[in-house]
């Protein structure tokens, strides 16, 4: 499987983007879904997860109820919805699938996450 996200761009705070990571290949529906994102001289950390087996869904604390993560496996695509964008949320966009396999424990860590998308930028200007 290879991804390919897109998407991003340059807004005002409080605007809205809808990231889209397109998937190739045929196994997509058998992964967890992931973003996270990188700023400048940052690490890349954890902003919301997809749960293969069961839906759950996983947000980091500074986008729960802003962002919402979703997948379409009929056309192996998954989405990040970002609402009420804040300067904070600038980074560069990568998606991220990992094994049905992946404890819980680990889901916001980058490690189970085995197969990544080139990222998209996200700038919000205050």
């Known amino acids: 499987v290879q991804l390919q996200a897109s998407g991003g761009g340059s807004v005002q705070a409080g605007d809205s983007l809808r990231l889209t990571c397109a998937a190739s290949?045929?196994?997509?529906?058998?992964?967890?879904l992931g973003w996270f994102r990188q700023a400048p001289g940052k690490e890349r950390e954890f902003v919301a997860a997809?749960?293969?087996?069961?839906?759950?869904?996983y947000y980091t604390d500074s986008v729960r109820g802003r962002f919402t993560i979703s997948r379409d496996n009929a056309k192996g695509t998954g989405y990040l919805q970002m609402n009420s964008l804040k300067p904070e949320d600038t980074a560069v966009y990568y998606c991220a699938l990992s094994p049905q396999s992946t404890i819980t424990s680990e889901i916001t860590s980058a490690r189970p996450w085995h197969i990544w998308g080139q990222g998209t930028q996200v700038t919000v200007s205050s």
């Open positions: 997809l749960r293969r087996r069961d839906g759950t869904l």
């Open positions: 290949g045929r196994s997509f529906s058998a992964y967890n």
